[in-house]
């Protein structure tokens, strides 16, 4: 079994910042990516950003040169510090890790259960 937690959600004001923090635990052999989406009421889940790890990352437009992402590989934790925040960027945060465990030979997506990011104008 694996979990993902994160943390780091909640209410700030427009052209502020939050960083969201992601670990993922249980039986985990290695992981490749781990990244963050987003889901916005009435709307489809979205890439916000991933994180090879081997450090490659890759941004939404929408975010490029206002988040950034990053990873601790011994921690199996992911970051996602969030600046210059706009009101569009409300939703909720999704954590994604594509992990291989102990008692497998192949790579399997995994989802946190979310954290909300609220921006207020």
């Known amino acids: 079994q694996v979990q993902l937690v994160e943390s780091g959600g909640g209410l700030v004001q427009a052209g502020g910042s939050l960083r969201l923090s992601c670990a993922a635990s249980?039986?985990?052999?290695?992981?490749?990516?781990m990244g963050w989406y987003r889901q916005a009421p009435g709307k489809q889940r979205e890439l916000v950003a991933t994180?090879?790890?081997?450090?490659?990352?890759n941004y939404a437009d929408s975010v490029t040169g206002r988040f950034t992402i990053s990873r601790e590989n011994a921690k199996n934790t992911v970051f996602l510090q969030m600046n210059s925040l706009k009101p569009e960027d409300t939703a909720v945060y999704y954590c994604?890790?594509?992990?291989?465990?102990?008692?497998?030979?192949?790579?399997?997506?995994?989802w946190g259960r979310g954290t909300q990011v609220t921006v207020s104008s």
């Open positions: 994180v090879a790890s081997g450090g490659v990352t």
């Open positions: 249980g039986s985990i052999f290695s992981i490749s990516v």
């Open positions: 994604y890790a594509s992990i291989r465990t102990t008692y497998s030979t192949t790579y399997r997506a995994s």
